[in-house]
Structure formats: structure tokens, C-alpha cells
């Protein structure tokens, strides 16, 4: 059974980087069918997807963000990675982890439990 | 970006009655050229993340109770529990997978009556 956890720092400092790594396991990242994505919710918001990559490297971005977001991926580890620069306020969030079907970049069936970012100094 | 907007926004039905959540796009996530629907449901408990249910706006993921259904074409979708249980208790959300930015609703709060 495909399983996937985040983790990194709960609490990042404004202007500062937020960094989130994805491990996958009961499955690989390397797939040619499934791309592999972060979405993130604001407490008491909707989901807003952040982006979607697949094991190659190539990726999707939200536009909103794509000036400030990057994911990679490292297939040696299974795992997939999350960088949002100059984080604000505005930026805390539980943010998930999740795989896409193989029909879309972003159509998510499996999805980690999240972890909460909260930024503040 | 495609903006996708939920009704309403908070529901009371009584257990065994019949729940309909809207959501409409705009603009249409109709794909002309195989004819489907880029409309996908989502249940989210309190401290879970979001279960996929549906996609093509009317194909149910494995494991989902026969009692979730979904329909709508173009710009108009509907999600129905067809006899609410307790444990259907949740925000529901419609999200478009046709284009990017992939956009969600702002979500349906489900409660018992």
C-alpha cells in the first residue's frame, strides 16, 4: 500500500525559505504515468494545488507561486521536495503531499497526512 | 484561471435524506475532443486530507459507496449522497483538473440535521 509522509520545519521565519521533503514508500516515484505534487490549505480554506513533478524532473507550477516555488525530486530516495522562498504570514498552511492518476497532472488519489507550516517570527 | 464556485457553502440534511452540493466552472471544463468533464469530488474529514471520490464528474473511485454519485456537463456540476450517513460528515470539494493553474472550491460543510 503506497504510503507518503512530510516533514521538515514547523515553523519558518518571514523572508526565509520553506523546505518539506516527501517520502514515498510501498511504491516508486518512478513511474512514467503518475506525476507527483503539493497542495497546501490554509487553516479553515480550500486546497490550493502549489505544484506537480514527475520522476523525470520536469514540472508544473502554479503561476501564482512559480516565481517563488521549486520541486525536485530524488528517485534514489523516493522522495520529492518542496522549496517556497520569502514566505509571509500568508504562507502558513498545512501543506500535503500527494500522487496524481495517471490521466492528470494534478488529480490526486493518494495524499499524505500533511504537516502544518506556520510562519512567524 | 478557471474559478470554480460552490452551493452552498454549509449543509444540514437529516441521516437517510438526500445531499446535493453544486459547483460551476468558468469557464467550462469540457474537453471537446474526447467529451469529458475535468471535474473531480473530494471528501476532507477534520484532521485528514482530502479523499478523492469521483472523477469525470461521474466515475466513482474504488471503494466508494454507490450512494455518491455525480453529475453535470460544461459549466455545472452536482454531487448527491443519496442517504446521508454519519460518517458522510465532512467539507466536500470540487476541483478542475483541465488546465493550469488546477483550481479547488472554496468547499461545502456537510452536518447532520
Known amino acids: ?121 | 484561471d478557471i474559478v470554480m464556485t460552490q452551493s452552498p457553502d454549509s449543509l444540514a440534511v437529516s441521516l437517510g435524506e438526500r445531499a446535493t452540493i453544486n459547483c460551476k466552472s468558468s469557464p467550462s471544463i469540457l474537453y471537446s475532443s474526447n467529451n469529458k468533464n475535468y471535474l473531480a469530488w473530494y471528501q476532507q474529514k477534520p484532521g485528514q486530507p482530502p479523499k478523492l471520490l469521483i472523477h469525470w464528474a461521474s466515475t466513482r473511485e474504488s471503494g466508494v459507496p454507490d450512494r455518491f454519485s455525480g453529475s453535470g456537463s460544461g459549466t455545472d456540476f452536482t454531487l448527491t449522497i443519496s442517504s446521508l450517513q454519519a460518517e458522510d460528515v465532512a467539507v466536500y470539494y470540487c476541483q478542475q483538473y483541465y488546465g493550469t493553474p488546477y483550481t479547488f472550491g472554496q468547499g461545502t460543510k456537510l452536518e447532520i440535521k
Open chain 1, 1 to 121: 500500500q503506497l504510503q507518503m509522509q512530510e516533514s521538515g520545519p514547523g515553523l519558518v521565519k518571514p523572508s526565509e525559505t520553506l523546505s518539506l521533503t516527501c517520502t514515498v514508500s510501498g511504491g516508486s516515484l518512478i513511474s512514467s504515468s503518475n506525476f507527483w505534487g503539493w497542495v497546501r490549505q490554509p487553516p479553515g480554506k480550500g486546497p490550493e494545488w502549489i505544484g506537480s513533478i514527475l520522476y523525470s524532473g520536469s514540472t508544473y507550477y502554479n503561476p501564482s507561486l512559480k516565481s517563488r516555488v521549486t520541486i525536485s525530486v530524488d528517485t534514489s530516495k523516493n522522495q520529492f521536495s518542496l522549496k517556497l522562498s520569502s514566505v509571509t504570514a500568508a504562507d502558513t498552511a498545512v501543506f500535503f503531499c500527494a500522487r496524481s492518476t495517471p490521466i492528470a497532472v494534478a488529480l490526486f488519489d493518494f495524499w499524505g497526512l500533511g504537516t502544518l507550516v506556520t510562519v512567524s517570527s
